[in-house]
């Protein structure tokens, strides 16, 4: 095969998404992920398009809230005793991002990417024959007290700073949008700009077809590292097959550091393990996204059937999956919406690719810029894989790209 222009090394909702977008600019473009299509985070992920959540998960909210959920094992975020000592760096870098300056330039980045996102989505979901799988039914959050609704009440002023239209609820208000709830929560907030894809997986694999359709290939393959050249990449993949290309773009989610490390560069990516279930469709009559934030778990509505799941394990790539954390979301949400059938649900746990400021790594390698970096976006991949795409596509083609990557930068660490 001809050398490409372009190798994307990831198979997921955002290095998919970047291929399409580089093929359109008239590159040949090559995918290599060690699974193939849909086989990591972009498959099991909640299907939403969470352009509102411009807010970094490193907050000081958040800091307030870890002590008492990490002494839960099952809590909305843990880590298990096995991986503390190595995460443990991570952490660090965790907790000087919650400063209340750096959070406020994390909201900046984060808002601006999501505006690109949430612009380039539609043209894109169009361009890909994808706009059916889109709806648009909003999202329920809910609370349990007064304490917690006015402890939500200053990252809802940021959201409204930025535009963001929402509106608090009362209970009677609450069932009128979502009948069900138990009679626990008593607030809540909608916020009806939130859009969400008919199944994540489908939709990726429908990328994949999309690309492939226009000339696109994709392998599997594992790459183990990549080597700059006086003018391109060679890529060798761990069965020692080499390949050169123009330029590369790495965006294999949760794998994508150990590659990167190969070229010299240490980026501190973790990985956020997330866990759920998905249910038969008629589980429950669901009608809008619910977020029990004080519980770190949504429940979503897919063609497919109903999703519970999310919270935060920070247990690495190495650990055996914990599955206990899927059924005591399932158990909860027994407990909070009423009807709810718990039975014939399939269990799922993927990998979430995270760095400390919850900002993704987009930009070129150090020593190369024939290898551009597409990794990082925690449990927003799917939020911001049009946007990366767009990006991406604009560094590969010498166009200044629609944002400043400042913040994203790869060696901002």
Request: proline fraction near 7%; glycine fraction near 10%.
């Amino acid at each position: 095969m001809a050398r490409p222009d372009v190798i994307v090394i990831g198979a997921g909702v955002v290095g998919l998404s970047t291929a399409i977008a580089a093929q359109a600019r008239g590159l040949s473009v090559i995918v290599v992920d060690r699974e193939g299509p849909a086989a990591g985070a972009s498959a099991g992920n909640a299907g939403a398009f969470a352009f509102t959540d411009i807010l970094p998960l490193a907050s000081p909210g958040i800091l307030k809230k870890a002590p008492k959920w990490l002494l839960d094992p099952l809590g909305p975020l843990s880590v298990p005793p096995a991986y503390a000592l190595k995460i443990a760096p991570w952490m660090f870098r965790f907790w000087r991002a919650c400063q209340p300056s750096r959070v406020a330039q994390a909201t900046a980045a984060q808002t601006s990417l999501m505006d690109l996102s949430k612009a380039e989505l539609e043209p894109f979901l169009a361009a890909t024959d994808t706009l059916s799988m889109l709806h648009k039914e909003g999202n329920l959050q809910v609370y349990e007290s007064e304490a917690e609704f006015q402890a939500s009440l200053p990252g809802w002023e940021a959201r409204r700073n930025h535009g963001i239209e929402f509106q608090h609820l009362k209970a009677d208000e609450m069932a009128a949008i979502q009948p069900g709830l138990a009679s626990r929560f008593i607030l809540g907030t909608f916020t009806p700009g939130w859009y969400s894809i008919a199944d994540p997986k489908l939709y990726t694999l429908a990328l994949a077809a999309h690309f492939r359709s226009r000339g696109g290939v994709i392998e599997t393959s594992e790459i183990s590292s990549l080597r700059a050249l006086p003018v391109g990449v060679e890529v060798v993949a761990a069965d020692g097959k080499l390949r050169q290309t123009g330029k590369v773009v790495l965006a294999a989610g949760a794998f994508s550091h150990r590659i990167a490390k190969t070229l010299g560069e240490h980026i501190p990516l973790e990985t956020e393990r997330g866990y759920n279930t998905t249910l038969p469709a008629d589980a429950f009559d669901l009608r809008t996204q619910i977020t029990f934030g004080g519980h770190g778990f949504v429940v979503s509505k897919l063609s497919t059937g109903i999703r519970v799941g999310g919270a935060v394990e920070l247990g690495g790539l190495a650990l055996p999956p914990n599955f206990r954390r899927s059924e005591a979301m399932l158990q909860k949400a027994r407990t909070f919406l009423s009807g709810l059938k718990p039975e014939g649900g399939v269990q799922w746990m993927g990998f979430r690719p995270s760095l400390p400021d919850s900002l993704p790594a987009i930009g070129s390698a150090k020593v190369t810029p024939d290898v551009i970096y597409a990794f990082g976006h925690g449990h927003l991949g799917l939020t911001q894989s049009a946007g990366t795409a767009r990006i991406v596509a604009d560094l590969l083609t010498r166009q200044a790209p629609a944002i400043d990557l400042t913040p994203f930068s790869p060696q901002r660490f």
